[in-house]
């Protein structure tokens, strides 16, 4: 029983802050006042989402009923992340003026994304608001967009929460993590010029001429253990 207890023990220890750490999941539900009935008149909320470093916010409609007004000045969903509106919603169908969600997913610049709900002071209709879904996801970093600067050099490597990089070989890369300089490991310098042709003797049997035998010198990859032809 002793030794059982001090496994346990153990095992706790092993598993103590000190390792590996991984982030606790981010995801959640979000729903206007009231749904899946009518919402009430002259409401704002905001919910603030954060997800840990490396990972970006994924949010999607599954329901959205709002007034409809010129530009979304009445009743919205706005969805932004710092001073960036990433879109204001409002109807049930987008118009050329307004935007309502439908089928899109809706994903954050970095760890961060806000939602504000806002309704007017009157609704003449039962408008039945929204509910959405979010979840936190990893960024991979390594994906360029277009026009943007790669994040290495050489190699980039994705996981978990952020990235890393490499060089290729004979180069070294620099304290900031992403430059590589050096120079290219050269190429083998027999492999671009012929081998050199030696010249032997043949040996023939008694009564015949001796003549010369040319041959090919290929290289070995054990030099210890081929010595030269003298």
Known sequence: MRLLIL????????????????PQPVFGRLASPGFPGKYPDDQELRWTLT???????????????????????????????????????CGWESTDTEQAPGNTTFYSPGPSLNVTFRSDYSNEKAFTGFEAFYAAEDIDECQVPPGAAPACDHHCHNHL??????????YVLHQNRR?????????????????????????LPRGLEVAPLLCFSVPSPHPSLHPPIL
């Open 161 to 170: 929460g952020g990235f890393y990089c490499s060089c290729r070989p004979g």
């Open 51 to 89: 997800a840990p470093p490396g990972y970006r916010l994924r949010l999607y409609f599954t329901h959205f009923h709002l007034e409809l007004s010129y530009r979304c000045e009445y009743d919205f969903v706005k969805l932004s992340s710092g001073t960036e509106v990433l879109a204001t919603l």
């Open 179 to 203: 430059t590589c300089s050096g120079e290219p490991w050269p190429r083998v310098p027999w492999a671009a010029q012929p081998p050199p042709l030696l010249k032997a003797m043949a040996v």
């Open 7 to 22: 496994l346990g023990l153990l095992w706790g220890s092993a598993a103590a802050p000190g390792g590996t750490q991984w």
